[in-house]
């Protein structure tokens, strides 16, 4: 019946028709119900059996494993600070629908998940209809299908904001993300920086206080819950462990993500599990992950010898570097961005190796600055086109050489 009804209203979408100016409203709904009608018929072109469609609907599924752990993390620690407050003031519409559904309760799965949704959904939800509004304008202008592209950043941007963003800075990130680090360039594949994470700088640099202050990394009005990085830069790392306001952080406690973070960056683990998916399916390039480990292990290691009186993230490990913050996040879901990474072999491992290097670099060396992924791969998507373009250049000279 659905099917019927969408080829009956076809024709008032396609040009001459009533509605020929959403046509690429139109086309996006049906695609994303069903099989599109143009495809290939032979094997002639056909390297694979995974299209676009599915490649973005499995990136976005896998996102889902640390969406689904964040919302829980985020009642997790809410909760948890909630119970150690004698008279906690909970207002707002959130805390109207969680305290009718749940009780606060730390030790409550239910309780956990509902809060965590209730901060992170909105978020999802002005981003994807922010989002999704500039995405069918410009293709409609420009005459284009609406790609699937956008649901792929859709969350990735929702998952890099702190759980308790205003909603309106939401809609200016995922805008900005949009319109100015994609859909002026082109439109998706003609973009060469990585649109979620153009959206996430913007909104850092213009609205520093409510990305980077530690009251915001938690869903608790009136508390201020310090990140494990902006920890260990001021006071470094204790018999292995991380001195936060709540208690001391294990690094088996980072790896599972039991703290304070964005969203969908605290659990090592789940980015591991999407990690190990979209590599086995060849969506995600191994080398790209490869190079990145190689860059941040060698950079951690080397500031490791060196040493610092002053500077106590020279002391952290590597392995620490892999837990904390949002590098995980990049690792798996950032870095290996098929439109602005790089695309031959040899430059996937100087691609990776840069992020590495700079993320390091940019947390142990930047005093203001303790995380530093988001900048090191925005950093290495300038750079990618040239490592690609010496790459193709030096195979042309070999063949030369060749005769």
């Known amino acids: 019946m659905l099917r019927k009804l969408l080829d009956s209203i076809e024709p008032k979408f396609h040009k001459g028709g009533k509605f ?22 032979t094997t002639a072109h056909v390297r694979d059996g995974i299209d676009l469609k599915r490649i973005m609907i499995t990136v976005w599924a896998c996102a889902m494993i640390p969406a689904f752990y964040g919302m829980w993390n985020i009642g997790f620690q809410s909760n948890t600070i909630l119970e150690g407050m004698a008279n906690p003031e909970l207002s707002g519409w ?29 978020i999802y939800f002005v981003t994807f209809a922010v989002g999704i509004f500039w995405e069918v304008l410009f293709a409609a202008v420009r005459g284009h299908e609406v790609n699937e592209g956008f649901f792929v ?6 998952l890099t904001c702190p759980p308790d963003l205003p909603l309106w800075m939401v809609a200016m990130g995922i805008s900005f993300g949009v319109v100015i680090g994609k859909e002026v360039f082109g439109g998706t594949g003609k973009n060469f920086l990585n649109p979620a994470l153009a959206g996430r700088a913007f909104v850092f640099f213009a609205y520093p206080a409510a990305m980077s202050g530690d009251a915001v990394w938690t869903a608790v009005d009136g508390y201020t819950g310090a990140t494990a990085l902006s920890v260990m830069a001021s006071e470094g790392i204790q018999n292995q462990m991380v001195n ?14 039991k ?17 190990v998916i979209l590599i086995g399916m060849k969506i995600a390039s191994w080398r790209i992950v490869a190079g990145t480990l190689l860059g941040m292990m060698a950079t951690a290691f080397m500031f490791n010898l060196i040493g610092s009186e002053s500077n106590e993230m020279f002391q952290v490990p590597w392995y620490w570097h892999l837990v904390v913050g949002g590098f995980a996040f990049g690792l798996i879901f950032m870095t290996t961005d098929p439109v602005s990474a790089a695309m031959t072999d040899t430059g996937r491992w100087w691609y990776g190796i840069l992020i590495g290097v700079m993320v390091v670099l940019i947390r142990v060396v930047n005093p203001a600055f303790p995380e530093g992924m988001m900048l090191a791969i925005l950093f290495a998507n300038l750079f990618a086109p040239l490592f690609d373009h010496f790459v193709v250049q030096s195979n042309i000279k070999r063949r030369l050489a060749r005769g």
């Open 20 to 41: 020929e100016k959403l046509y690429a409203l139109f086309e996006a709904i049906d695609t994303a119900l069903f099989q599109p009608a143009d495809k290939t018929r």
């Open 94 to 122: 959130r805390h109207a629908i969680i305290g009718a559904v749940s009780a606060y309760n730390p030790a409550s799965l239910w309780d956990n998940f509902v809060y965590g949704a209730m901060y992170f959904l909105p």
């Open 153 to 158: 950043t859709s969350i990735l941007f929702a």
């Open 244 to 257: 936060l306001a709540g208690g001391q952080l294990t690094w088996l406690d980072a790896f599972f993500g």
């Open 259 to 275: 703290m304070h973070g964005s969203i969908g960056e605290t659990s090592t683990l789940a980015m591991l599990i999407a990690g």
